[in-house]
């Protein structure tokens, strides 16, 4: 697909699995994290170092800040950076595993990380910070290493467009479960009380996207498109010509072991992410 629709979709799921596999929270909470949510935040922040809650909290827009602050900075204290890192790229091998049969991973490896080396990293923090981790050795690690830096590109840019919009975190959740791209689960997994919710349904009133029950207008059905489209477009302009065509000629392989990860059930649909399946 020329707008690339397919192979970000691909890339969401690959990254996916060290959310969703069973064994999540009992890996973290095994190098001294406390629940599946210190694991989370620490996990997926530790790339640009220890940080900070508030930095955490700009970084991934979409979680009350309040969550953030219960996970960090007490994981910091609770388990090395190292060991956060090193159980996540675990985690990743062990839920990829399965799936690749099939699936030519040194080429695979080869092509995403190769794509990596394309991108303009300016205005996108959380990617920079994990293409800066050293690649790993083996083929699976590095298609984890290489589909969580283009995730994480693509989150930035959507973070992007979603605060250029005018959207703040609980705002863009609230629009994402209208559209059918989150669950009613949403609210509690990101962490916003039952006010704060109802605060932004209600600025998504004003602005004509939903009803007053939440159920999303054409003009909100279409705002969300439009969002979606300006994310690609910045994705695009950030990546060079030689990236750009490996992402067409890897989009096949990457699409079946996408779907390989969807029927082995570690990843399933619809889900707090957002993101259609590929």
Not at 33 to 53: D, E, H, I, N
Not at 103 to 113: F, P
Not at 201 to 213: E, F, H, K, M, Y
Not at 221 to 250: F, K, N, Y
């Amino acid at each position: 697909m020329t707008n690339g629709t397919t192979f970000w979709r691909s890339i969401e799921a690959v990254h996916d699995v060290v959310y969703f596999t069973p064994d999540t929270k009992r890996r973290y909470e095994a190098i001294g994290l406390k629940g599946y949510w210190m694991g989370y935040m620490a996990s997926r922040s530790a790339a640009v170092g220890t940080p900070a809650p508030e930095l955490v909290v700009a970084l991934f827009q979409g979680f009350a800040p309040r969550m953030v602050h219960r996970a960090l900075p007490d994981a910091w204290s609770m388990a090395s950076r190292d060991d956060v890192l090193a159980t996540r790229y675990d985690l990743a091998r062990d839920a990829l595993a399965p799936a690749t049969n099939g699936t030519d991973v040194a080429r695979l490896a080869k092509e995403l990380s190769a794509i990596t080396q394309g991108i303009d990293f300016a205005g996108k923090p959380l990617a920079a910070a994990h293409h800066a981790l050293p690649e790993p050795d083996d083929d699976t690690g590095r298609i984890w290493h290489a589909a969580t830096v283009l995730r994480e590109y693509r989150g930035d840019c959507h973070v992007a467009v979603l605060t250029s919009a005018g959207l703040d975190g609980a705002a863009a959740n609230a629009l994402a479960v209208a559209a059918g791209l989150a669950g009613d689960q949403q609210r509690s997994m990101r962490g916003w009380n039952e006010d704060e919710w109802a605060a932004a349904i209600s600025r998504l009133v004003t602005r004509g996207w939903v009803d007053a029950d939440g159920t999303i207008t054409d003009t909100g059905r279409s705002a969300r498109q439009q969002i979606e489209d300006a994310t690609d477009r910045v994705c695009a302009a950030g990546l060079d010509r030689e990236a750009t065509g490996r992402m067409i000629t890897i989009e096949e392989p990457l699409l079946g072991l996408a779907r390989a990860i969807e029927a082995s059930g570690v990843v399933t649909y619809p889900n707090p992410t957002g993101v259609r399946r590929p």
